[in-house]
């Protein structure tokens, strides 16, 4: 069984478009987050969510939006798609201990997204 | 500004031989340093996990130093196999209230046989 599922595994689209991605986990977490990985591959974090509450939500255009249905899910929404959008998009897991440390993350496959 | 930078892009060595990896801070007080591993279209993978009181990590051919004084992380592969070829990644847990892990840009290490 995959622990962080993503879907699309492949996005083609148009610039100005609207597009999903889903993510689920059945490792149990608490916290879930979203990160963008550029062509340089370096990788940065969009979003947070512990139990469903958003906690991180790093500088990213509001075009970008999160929504976590229940706390095995984190999907996410980009608003007219730009160009700088193409990236790859990794969803991960993990559980949030005492003091609001942050375990080892569990990463999906990513969403390889070409904005054409 | 933070900073997280691993040592070089791209590094090449002959199979059996130890790899070391460099990972330097600025600006950080990580509570504690991951690294991850990257294969090509996959998704990262953690490897180890050393907290900033533990000078040193071990996990079969794997060792990882932590050093808040010069504020560097080192990871060694010895004995390096032509599998062991991949992107390998080091990320930190700032000990502020956020305890976000950010990772730095990567090493593609190449093992060469």
């Known amino acids: 069984d995959t622990a962080v599922s993503q879907t699309p595994k492949y996005l083609v689209t148009q610039m100005g478009n609207d597009k999903s991605i889903k993510c689920e986990q059945n490792?149990?977490?608490?916290?879930m987050y979203w990160y963008k990985q550029d062509s340089k591959k370096f990788l940065k974090i969009m979003f947070s969510?512990?139990?469903?509450?958003?906690?991180i939500n790093e500088t990213v255009p509001n075009r970008f939006s999160p929504k976590s249905p229940d706390k095995a899910h984190l999907n996410l929404h980009i608003n007219s798609l730009e160009l700088g959008d193409s990236a790859v998009y990794f969803c991960?897991?993990?559980?949030?201990?005492?003091?609001?440390?942050?375990?080892?993350?569990?990463f999906g496959e990513g969403s390889r997204l070409t904005v054409l | 500004s933070q900073k997280i930078e691993q040592n070089s892009e791209a590094l090449n060595i002959q199979e059996g031989k130890t790899a070391t990896l460099t990972c330097n801070y600025t600006?950080?007080?990580?509570?504690?340093l991951q690294w991850y591993r990257q294969d090509p279209g996959r998704g990262p993978v953690f490897l180890l996990l050393?907290?900033?009181?533990?000078k040193e990590k071990r996990k079969e051919r794997l060792k990882v130093t932590f050093d808040t004084t010069l504020k560097q992380s080192l990871f060694h592969i010895t004995a390096s196999q032509p599998a062991d070829s991949a992107t390998y990644l080091c990320?930190?847990?700032?000990?502020?209230?956020?305890?976000?892990?950010?990772f730095g840009s990567g090493t593609q290490l190449t093992v060469l046989p």
């Open positions: 991960a897991s993990s559980l949030r201990g005492q003091g609001g440390n942050t375990g080892e993350l569990f």
């Open positions: 490792l149990g977490h608490d916290t």
């Open positions: 969510y512990n139990n469903k509450e958003l906690i």
């Open positions: 600006n950080y007080s990580p509570a504690y």
């Open positions: 050393i907290r900033e009181n533990e």
């Open positions: 990320a930190l847990v700032s000990s502020g209230s956020a305890r976000q892990l950010t």
